[in-house]
């Protein structure tokens, strides 16, 4: 045995937090800040954690601004620089640590994840008497007065409907992934079947399978919102995982991780998700649909669930949401089933008006 296998597991996440993240571990308080949030929640949220803090901090870093002193005005600048933020023209204020982007500024809800994070971590600089407000202030809703002329937050919300394929497209995507590797093509029929998250999909092992119950079994440390959960999984789909096995074992008869990369490199080795959104994007593109990612066939799979007639209760524990509500932003109706929906009511509304007309006036 090695020196670091009898450390502790939670010591050497610690260690592999201040590997990754050496920025904040070299802030005061950012350290703590970061440790407490790897306490509470999954490792894939403390990494988008520390990424945002570390973006913000090389921007205060440029604009000469202490962090733990910062005024509302510079977190607003941040925000300004997160929104302008371009790929082309490359203009002469962009700081130099700025990756590329495709496109004028971040998504919302990137800004939105950062704006988070730097709004918690003045939160703990508070509870640890740093200092005493916030410059991110959330203008909290109050009945009969509304937000009172402010915003509820410094970055405006707003979601947009994702792109689903249509028929035609789907069986585009099928017949470019027919000559895939059967690994490939049963991660893709199980992430459809199951609606699970990409990470969820590469953490799974050899043991969270039940092919006599065909049920998927998600553990909670793996899960977002670090609650276990199980889903079934289609007989197809059930087919393609035998086929898989056998393959597997010409690889690794070991239990542990299921999926395993075959590449020369990294042969045997568990497959991360940012392979799996690189076999995603591969597929689209010779699909031709750029726009297909991996959380698509997450998205797909809970609107179809709703077009089936499944309650949102029942989709939301499929999906592992908390709150049901949450389930409605990943259920997409389209404006035609909305239009034929709409017909129906009002040929049924206008039925029942006709019947009771004549029942009351003949």
Known sequence: MTAQSFLSPSYQYRMTLEKRFPTLFSQPHAREWLLEKASD?????????????????????????????????????????????????????????????????????????????????????????????????????????????????????????????????????????????IRNRFMLALAYDTGVRRAELC????????????????????????????????QATGELYAAYLQHRRRISRAPGPLFLSESRRNKGLPISFWTWSKVVKALGERAGLPLFTPHTLRHLRLTDLAQAGWKMA?????????????????????????????????DSTLDWRQETMQTSLQ
């Open 41 to 181: 929640l999954a490792s894939n949220t403390v990494s988008a954690y520390g990424h945002a803090l570390v973006d913000y901090f090389r921007f205060c870093a440029i604009r000469a601004i202490n962090p733990p002193d910062a005024k509302r005005t510079d977190v607003r600048a941040y925000v300004t620089d997160l929104k302008s933020r371009s790929k082309f023209g490359m203009p002469a204020r962009r700081p130099g640590y700025v990756k590329s982007t495709t496109h004028d500024g971040f998504a919302n809800a990137t800004i939105r994840l950062r704006v988070t994070t730097v709004r918690l971590y003045y939160e703990y600089l508070i509870d640890e008497e740093v200092r005493t407000t916030n410059p991110i202030k959330i203008v909290k809703y109050k009945r009969g007065r509304g937000f009172n002329g402010n915003s509820r937050g410094m970055v405006e919300r707003y979601e947009k409907d994702p792109w689903l394929p249509n028929e035609t497209q789907w069986q585009a995507l099928l017949n470019a992934a027919s000559s895939e590797c």
């Open 314 to 346: 029942e989709i939301a524990a499929l999906a592992g949401h908390v709150h049901p509500a949450t389930t409605m932003i990943y259920v997409h109706i389209s404006g035609r089933e909305l239009s034929e929906r709409f017909r129906q009511t009002l």
């Open 203 to 234: 953490a799974l092992e050899t043991g969270d399978i039940d092919p006599s119950q065909r049920l998927l079994h998600l553990r909670a440390k793996t899960t977002k919102s670090q609650r276990a959960r199980q889903v079934p999984y289609s």
